[in-house]
């Protein structure tokens, strides 16, 4: 009987009579160790190809030697230099049968040069659009590269190729940058790794470019500026700032003071205090900001050496000094501080020093001061009786500053002449007629006021009735009421007395009286 080993040969040549030399996966006796190569190019790989089969006619690698059927194994010693190089181990099963099983073989090459340069010369540019290309010249097999692009140390894009070749290949992967003011400086680089699956090596076969550095031009981005800044006079320029921008090109600063450049340079003063603009300009575009620019400086006065102000202003609006931050004034007359200073009166005028101070300096100004009223008069309204043909005279005179001007109105007449003394105007009337009883007005006049009083003339004599004194006029008005009211009194008493004399009388006898009361037949 055969042992069951040969049986199953047996059956084996029998299932794979038809099969022109070719087994099975499960059918197949042969085990190759390692089952697939992986090396690299110009390699020495050593294959074992074993069976279990105990019978069979001999095993050999295809364009290797045969072996004996007593060998159950067979060693390929093969250099990797062909990089279409196929290898199969083969088993002799019977004269007529052969079953064979394929070596894997794969062979790699790292690249000779991976390289990052840019699609385009010159810069990036922010926000625009920037490609850059990773050269990877002489690898294989393309179809396990994979390109891994890097910024810094972040892995911004990988990129496979579906190339079936088998021998070395030059390829390009390209990345397209959309780079941003960050991106300046950074380092980008590309690495070409083979994949090369479990069987490959350890450690993936890595080759690493050079890093390109971006160049990214963006405009100026303004880092710091104040939004408003305190100087002094004379100390104090645009160019001492600290107003800062980051740009690339780095960007230069200009001032502009009301629409005009201006030399940052140059010394400010107080006329300088305002709002300017920084502008940074490089060849990517502009940024600007606003500064509110106060120039500080000592007290200054600029009042004139004499002043009028009226009664009653106040102090303030007289000789106020320029000064920044606004200066402390101090008041002197004839040597003494004034404490507060309310409203002027007419007794103000006269010699004052100012004195301001701020943190700057101190200024100092003397002037003087002239307080201007309205006139006044010395005497009130007034009424003189004269008498026919007497002399009368009367004056007028006011004070005030300006000193006023005096003037009378009056009916005019021949015998009544004006006079001035001094400021005084005097009105004299000689020989008094009754033409000459009438008011005289003074009146009094500056460039602050005007005011008025009156002299009245009254005659006496002929026509003393018609002058008669106003209350002798009401007493004798009374007086004759008084004697209306009486008369109609009386007669009132008179009219009831007469109506009580008259009416229906009976008339009684007396006892012993002879006189008849009836009439007689």
Known sequence: MLPLRAWGLLML?????????????????????PPEIVGAYGETVTVNCSTDELYHDGMYW?????????????????TLSDWNVKQECRIIVNDSFECGKDLEITIYKTPDIVSVSAEHQGSMVEGTEFPLNCDIINVAPVQKLQVKWYRGNETVHTETFNDTSATPVDVTSSFVVTPERGYNGTLFRCEAELHLGPNGPELI??????????VVNYKPLIRACPERYTGVEDHFSM???????????SPTLQWYYQGNL???????????????????????????????????????????????????????????????????????????????????????????????????????????LDVLYAPVFKQKNNT???????????????????PPVIRWNYTSAENVMETTWGRQRNITVQGATSTNAAVYICVATNKVGSVTRSVKLIMQGEHASAQINPKIW????????????????????????????????????????????ITKS
């Not at 160019?239 to 690339?248: K, W």
């Not at 606003?290 to 009028?308: G, K, Q, R």
């Not at 109609?488 to 009831?496: A, D, G, L, N, R």
Request: glycine share 6%.
């Open 13 to 33: 040549t029998f299932l794979l009579c038809d099969a022109e030399s070719t087994c099975t996966t499960d059918s197949n006796p042969l085990t190759l160790d």
């Open 62 to 78: 295809r364009d290797g030697i045969r072996i004996n059927d007593e060998e159950t194994s067979v060693l390929l010693h093969l």
């Open 205 to 214: 076969p890595t080759v690493s470019s050079s890093p390109y550095t971006a």
């Open 239 to 249: 160019s001492m700032l600290d107003c800062d921008a980051d740009g690339n090109p």
């Open 262 to 368: 201006i030399d940052a340079f140059e010394i400010l003063n107080r006329t300088h205090s305002g709002m300017y603009t920084a502008r940074f300009v490089n060849s990517i575009g502009t940024s600007e900001t606003s500064v509110d620019i106060t120039i500080e400086h000592a007290p200054l006065f600029t009042c004139n050496d004499h002043y009028e102000v009226q009664e009653d202003d106040e102090p303030q609006t007289v000789c106020e000094p320029m000064g920044m931050p606004k200066p402390t004034i101090t008041w002197f007359k004839d040597g003494k501080r004034i404490e507060t200073l309310q409203r002027w009166t007419k007794h103000d005028s006269g010699q004052y020093l100012l004195r301001a101070i701020n943190k700057h300096g101190t200024a100092v100004h003397s002037l003087h």
């Open 384 to 402: 003189m009786t004269i008498t026919p043909g007497e002399n009368v005279t009367f004056d007028c005179h006011a004070v005030g500053n300006p």
């Open 474 to 517: 009401w007493f004798i008005i009374a007086l004759i009421a008084v004697l209306f009211i009486s008369t109609i009194i009386f007669i009132i008493c008179m009219y009831h007395k007469c109506q009580n004399k008259h009416g229906r009388y009976n008339f009684v006898p007396i006892p012993g009286s002879d006189i008849p009361l």
